[in-house]
């Protein structure tokens, strides 16, 4: 019995203290004000999907097309064993009973690059190979997590300068946050889809061709962090 007493009391207390509380914030003056904040990144981590098709390749065999470009790719520095997945590895000998046409292997792959100039490298290097259709498939930082921190605490700092400087211009000032709320934000990689900003100047985004001096100039968008957050602070 005493057991279920003090419960009851206690769920009384809290529910004061929460109408009470709520009447508190409701009552008295603050200031509502959105800080924002912008950060563009320059990616460090470039993903390439590589298709390997049996038909359009040179040499005899799919598994011969992937042992020369993992040996080209390792020449120009790249580390296989870590950056070179198989995405996907299939054929269509499902329609060759239907169609009576040869079965076509086919695989692709996934590759991160670090650095614009090593995809310039590995267009031009894999293409030697009769290895074409390669696309860029986005774009990340290895860091994007700390930066997404730091344009969080930047939005803060400005919504506290913000209602600051509001504040003095009619003689008052600010006090503690007394409500804080994230907004809808937008961390943009810069990408719609596939490959969408992302400017080859000199090649179209599914590289087929090399320029007469084989030269390109890559150029990606940044990665693009906007941050919104709705704070109240005390007015005194």
């Known amino acids: 019995m005493k057991t279920i007493v003090l419960s009851i009391v206690l769920l009384l207390s809290l529910t004061v203290f929460s109408q009470t509380s709520e009447k508190n914030f409701i009552d008295q003056n603050y200031i509502e004000v959105i800080g924002k904040s912008e950060m563009k990144i320059t990616p460090d981590e470039i993903y390439l999907k590589i298709q390997l098709n049996e038909k359009d390749l040179k040499v005899k065999s799919i598994d011969d ?50 650095e614009p100039k090593t995809v310039e490298q590995v267009f031009i290097e894999l293409q030697k190979l009769g290895i074409s259709n390669i696309s860029i ?5 290895s860091k994007i997590q700390d930066f997404k921190s730091e344009v969080k605490i930047n939005a803060i700092k400005a919504a506290q300068e913000k209602a600051r400087s509001l504040a003095i211009a009619i003689n008052q000032n600010i006090g503690r946050a007394i409500y804080i709320q994230e907004l809808d934000n937008n961390f943009s990689n810069g990408l719609t889809g596939a490959v969408s900003g992302i400017r080859i100047r000199g090649y179209s985004n ?22 919104s957050i709705l704070v109240r602070f005390e007015l005194k």
């Open 65 to 114: 097309a992937e042992n020369l470009m993992i040996n080209k790719l390792q020449e120009i520095g790249i580390d296989t064993k870590k950056d070179l997945a198989i995405k996907d590895f299939a054929s269509n000998f499902k329609f060759y009973w239907l169609q009576k046409s040869d079965v076509v292997l086919s695989k692709q792959y996934q590759l991160l690059v670090r």
């Open 137 to 141: 498939d986005k774009v990340d930082h």
């Open 206 to 227: 599914t590289i087929s061709s090399v320029n007469k001096a084989g030269e390109t100039e890559i150029e990606f968008e940044k990665i693009n962090l906007d941050y």
